[in-house]
């Protein structure tokens, strides 16, 4: 049963370009910016994690997420700093590490390594990594990463960098290991890879109804059992967006959700986003739209339904405004969080 | 033949979801990964029990309709006349995120299921399942009649194998838009309107009548000239 009491409430941005109210955009520098003062205002609306994305194209701000975490940490006080996700696969496990480390000093043990393999791509040639070494580059950068975690001296080697010898990686952490999160999409493979490393899971749920997951989920408890490793409760992220206005709040998630979503399926040949797909998601999928009561309620039974103990909302898709963005974050953290714990606490008093 | 046995290679997810509506449908199901039972089946077991996880050899050897559900940059690891004789469905799409650059993978003169034909010499293949998204082809299997029924387009070289895959992808949940020249199959790869879409038996069909008139029937045209 979901344990209401512990229940962690969750923002990420991908690092969307920011619009001003004229529908002309902001600046990257100014986008970046704009995240900072969202993340101190999230910490102040006592959530639990902010997490921003890294992205390497123009259409996002953030490349490097670590720094722009640095800066929250800086003007916050309770909130987890989380990347979303880490692309591990075109990464230095070592650099992850160190930049890690130092967020975590920075921000006094709130840093939060979340790896994924990305649900793009750019950073392949951008690097000098080759596509088609897609598994091959993740399981062994995430094998080298869990013994860089244990903060002892690693000897290691493998296909995609130098070797090490003994080698000890600084700064340490105050509490000896890096919380870390692997990030999924709906591959079983997946899941399981994140049991045999012992990690927590978060799973992204961008498209269709929930419910798919529920076998997923039960997946990762009798892998866990199988393999006798640690089972923690289960995070899961979609996007989605608020407005006082429940019409307003599904105009403005269309508009801009649908842009967002049909940009990248352009790159991958993929249809663009039909209205009717649209409010199948708005409705029983994976967007969280409308007013704060429809998303709490919507909320709550993914929450109930999924045994949850982290949702996160992914917002600012598109190009919104600062006031659009900030609204919803206000309503986020005054109004939904407040309503999903009361929903779930009345339908705990009737099981 | 009757299909009774439907057999697929791939345990990733389509694999798994075709596993799901095909248990549904009544039919015995074997699935295989690139590798040993072991490491499927605790999946196959707690997402699609009832399925039989088993390996490449075992699943073809024992399936009337063998569905192939995996990375088109893979398909040549599999041996060509394992398939020998054998009705083929071809779920598969060029995804370069995945696959890696086109020209590598793909000789960028025809379309991908001729290819995986030629490579298949001894096998009938039909393509299709592979133009809707994995939770739609989950989420929009319904049963005949349904008025929300979603369709999916068949096409092949074979007039016989394609209406048994046709019959057969009926049986799954989906209506069906059919056709009997497997280079139309470019129509549903991705590029296409009808790529990632989910759409109903007369959506369907009017946008593959009309394909010529589309911006990517339009490019298409041009490559060939
Ligand atoms: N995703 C979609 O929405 C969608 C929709 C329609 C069609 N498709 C197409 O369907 C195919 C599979 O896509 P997916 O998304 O299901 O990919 P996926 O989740 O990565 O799964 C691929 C599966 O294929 C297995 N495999 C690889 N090589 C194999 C081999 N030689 N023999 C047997 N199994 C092998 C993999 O096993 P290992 O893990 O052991 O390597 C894995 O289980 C692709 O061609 C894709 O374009 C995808």
Known sequence: MVDIEHLEFGLETFGDIVANEDGSLKTAAESIRQIVREGQMADELGLSVMGVGEHHRPDYSVSSPETVLAAIASVTKNIKLATAVTVLSSDDPVRVYERFATLDALSNGRAQVMLGRGSFTESFPLFGYDLTDYDDLFNEKLA???????????????????ALQDQEVYPKTEKGALETYIGIGGSPES???????????????????????????????????QLGKPEFPIAVHSHG???????????????????NFDRIGLTRGWA????????????????????????????????????????????GAGNQTAAQRERMIEL????????????LAEKAATK | MAIRRVGILGAGKVGIVLAGLALAAGYEVRISGSDSVEKIALTIKTLVPGAIASENTEVVANSDVVILAIP???????????LQGKLVIDAMNYWWETDGIREEVLDPTTTSSEQVQAYFKGATIVKTFNHMGYHNLQEEARPKGDAKRKALFVTGDDHDAVDQVAAFVDSMGFDTVVHYQMADGIMTEPGSPLFGASLRHDELKHTIDHFDQTD???QIADRMH
Not at chain 1, 301 to 308: A, E, H, Y
């Open chain 2, 216 to 218: 990517f029937g339009k």
């Open chain 1, 191 to 225: 899941i399981i890879r994140a049991v045999k490393f012992g990690y927590k899971v978060i799973i992204a749920i961008i498209g269709g109804q929930a419910d798919r997951f529920k076998p997923y989920i039960d997946l990762y408890h009798a892998a866990a059992e």
């Open chain 1, 332 to 343: 986020y953290g005054t109004k939904v969080v407040p309503r999903v714990k009361e929903i």
């Open chain 1, 144 to 162: 080298l990463y869990d013994q860089l975690r244990t903060e002892k001296p690693v000897t290691w080697s493998g296909k995609f960098r130098a």
């Open chain 1, 241 to 259: 967006f608020i407005a006082d206005d429940e019409d307003e709040a599904i105009e403005v998630a269309f508009k801009n959700i649908k842009a």
């Open chain 1, 272 to 315: 663009p986003m039909s209205r009717e797909q649209f409010d199948g998601e708005t409705k029983v999928g994976s967007f969280y739209v409308g007013n704060p009561e429809t998303v709490a309620q919507r909320m709550a039974r993914t929450i109930d339904l999924l045994d949850l103990g982290r949702f996160d909302i992914v917002y």
């Open chain 2, 72 to 82: 088109l940059s893979r398909y040549k690891n599999i041996d060509p006349t394992l």
